[in-house]
């Protein structure tokens, strides 16, 4: 099955990055939009465990952006994305039988959308990079220790995921439905294998016209939706999602420790989406994001935040 995923995935990614355009070079598209997501812990339950950070960076470049993706065979409009996170377990004193191993990681890839009839798609591939050679863990023990957090034993960071360089493929299909004159429904699928092997369905709402003429991303550990290329509008918008998940495998939860992954997964979520003036804009959002791992016990509580500041 996990084999079956992937090269669906792999088929799906490079028929999306091979689409027909006009021949062109970094030089020749312009640089749309910036989406950017900071999430944490921290900012939700406070329990430093778990999907307890992650940081996003999306650069768009394309041809231009009149309110929606462009159609199969134009222009491209491409995603440069960049991602890191930290996955940690419950405690930081010692690795325990009956919990997940740290990890850590950087990704970049490159992802593409466009639209599909009524709907909207985004494809791509990223290389995740896990393990000590990341420098995550390592950085952050020293942060807890400056700061007075709870300390990070070397023997978590020992036993953390190892060196590794993984292909992760993914796409995804949504269709925005305007179901009064302010509020957009939003259902979505979605499909990723490689570091993580799971199909998703879901859907979200968005409430607040300020947000129209958006390119809308998907945060990967909280299932936020943050804006790549912001729209014309001014205010505030409401966004408010859940979605289920049924999952294949993942490298975060090696089976070979005696491990076992929830077969599902449960995400729902909230924010509020501020557009200030042109270049300034503010976000802030909570995902609760249900166990992972068999024995778990409980969900947890994440915040998300963004202030864009353009000059």
Same mark, same amino acid.
């Given at each position: 099955?996990?084999?079956?995923?992937?090269?669906?995935?792999? @088929?799906?990614? #490079?028929?999306?990055?091979?689409?027909?355009?006009?021949?062109? #070079?970094?030089?020749? *598209?312009? #640089?749309?939009?910036?989406?950017?997501?900071?999430?944490?812990? @921290?900012?939700?339950?406070?329990?430093?465990?778990?999907?307890?950070? =992650?940081?996003?960076? =999306?650069?768009?470049?394309?041809?231009?952006?009149?309110?929606?993706?462009?159609?199969?065979?134009?222009?491209?409009?491409?995603?440069?994305? @960049?991602?890191?996170?930290? /996955?940690?377990?419950?405690?930081?004193?010692?690795?325990?039988?009956?919990?997940?191993?740290?990890?850590? +990681?950087?990704?970049?890839?490159?992802?593409?959308?466009?639209? $599909?009839?009524?709907?909207?798609?985004?494809?791509?591939?990223?290389?995740?990079?896990?393990?000590?050679?990341?420098?995550?863990? *390592?950085?952050?023990?020293?942060?807890?220790?400056?700061?007075?957090?709870?300390?990070?034993?070397?023997?978590?960071?020992?036993?953390?995921?190892?060196?590794?360089?993984?292909?992760?493929?993914?796409?995804?299909?949504?269709?925005?439905?305007?179901?009064? +004159?302010?509020?957009?429904?939003?259902?979505?699928?979605?499909?990723?294998?490689?570091?993580?092997?799971?199909?998703?369905?879901?859907?979200?709402? /968005?409430?607040?016209?300020?947000?129209? &003429? =958006?390119?809308?991303?998907?945060?990967?550990?909280?299932?936020?939706?943050?804006?790549? /290329?912001?729209?014309?509008?001014?205010?505030?918008?409401?966004?408010?999602?859940?979605?289920?998940?049924?999952?294949?495998? +993942?490298?975060? $939860?090696?089976? =070979?420790?005696? /491990? $076992?992954?929830?077969?599902?997964?449960?995400?729902?979520?909230?924010?509020?989406?501020?557009?200030?003036?042109?270049?300034?804009?503010? @976000?802030?959002?909570? +995902?609760?994001?249900?166990?992972?791992?068999?024995?778990? &016990?409980?969900?947890?509580?994440?915040?998300?935040?963004?202030?864009?500041?353009?000059?």
């Amino acid at each position: 099955m996990r084999i079956m995923w992937l090269w669906l995935c792999v @088929f799906l990614a #490079t028929v999306t990055l091979a689409a027909p355009a006009p021949a062109q #070079t970094w030089a020749d *598209r312009t #640089t749309l939009g910036i989406g950017r997501l900071f999430s944490n812990d @921290f900012f939700g339950d406070g329990g430093d465990r778990w999907r307890t950070g =992650s940081y996003a960076v =999306s650069v768009m470049r394309g041809d231009g952006w009149d309110g929606s993706p462009p159609g199969w065979g134009e222009g491209p409009l491409l995603e440069w994305r @960049f991602r890191s996170e930290i /996955i940690a377990p419950r405690s930081l004193s010692g690795p325990r039988a009956d919990d997940r191993p740290y990890a850590a +990681s950087f990704a970049f890839g490159l992802h593409s959308h466009w639209s $599909l009839g009524p709907g909207e798609v985004a494809a791509g591939a990223d290389l995740v990079t896990t393990g000590p050679q990341t420098g995550l863990g *390592r950085l952050m023990a020293n942060l807890h220790e400056r700061f007075d957090l709870p300390r990070i034993d070397d023997s978590v960071l020992r036993s953390q995921i190892g060196d590794g360089v993984h292909p992760h493929v993914s796409v995804a299909y949504a269709q925005p439905v305007r179901i009064a +004159s302010s509020v957009t429904l939003r259902p979505f699928a979605e499909a990723q294998a490689g570091v993580e092997d799971l199909a998703r369905l879901g859907a979200d709402v /968005i409430v607040g016209g300020a947000v129209d &003429g =958006s390119l809308w991303l998907r945060d990967i550990p909280s299932g936020q939706l943050y804006r790549g /290329i912001e729209g014309p509008g001014r205010g505030a918008a409401l966004t408010f999602g859940a979605d289920w998940a049924s999952v294949g495998g +993942s490298i975060w $939860l090696p089976e =070979s420790r005696g /491990i $076992l992954a929830e077969p599902e997964r449960w995400r729902a979520r909230a924010g509020v989406h501020w557009q200030v003036a042109p270049d300034t804009s503010f @976000f802030y959002g909570l +995902s609760w994001l249900s166990p992972e791992v068999v024995g778990q &016990g409980a969900g947890q509580l994440t915040g998300q935040l963004k202030l864009n500041f353009n000059f």
